[in-house]
């Protein structure tokens, strides 16, 4: 199984060392998929659609769950997109979404 493949567990209860890297978008292991592709290593392609795919997670922790990752350019959360994204994403904003958000950019 490729390494992408396989989580890298953090200690319970702490973010990995790069955790505040990825979220910016340096070396963002999401970025890194090839888009095009139907099979991403970790999950399969469930729908391709404008400016997302969907993807069954077929590996780790949480294998059937279904993700979804905007293709437009590096985002770490939804309300990072703007007015116009959100729509075509299926992505919404919420309270939680952007407490979560300030709690982890520290």
């Known amino acids: 199984m490729p390494d992408h493949a396989r989580p890298h567990l953090a ?7 790069n955790f505040t890297r990825h979220r910016r978008g340096t070396n ?3 970025c890194a998929n ?3 592709a139907d099979d991403i ?23 059937g769950y ?5 293709t437009g ?4 959360e939804p309300t990072e997109l703007d007015e116009g994204g959100r729509p075509r994403s299926g ?16």
């Open 11 to 17: 200690p319970s209860g702490a973010w990995p060392e």
């Open 28 to 30: 963002c292991p999401m």
């Open 34 to 36: 090839d888009f095009a």
């Open 41 to 63: 290593g970790w999950g399969l392609l469930v729908r391709r659609g404008e400016v997302s795919n969907s993807y069954l997670w077929r590996s780790g922790q949480v294998r």
């Open 66 to 70: 279904a993700v979804v990752i905007y």
């Open 73 to 76: 350019r590096h985002v770490a």
């Open 91 to 106: 992505a919404t904003s919420s309270p939680w979404a952007a407490a979560w958000r300030r709690s982890t950019s520290r």
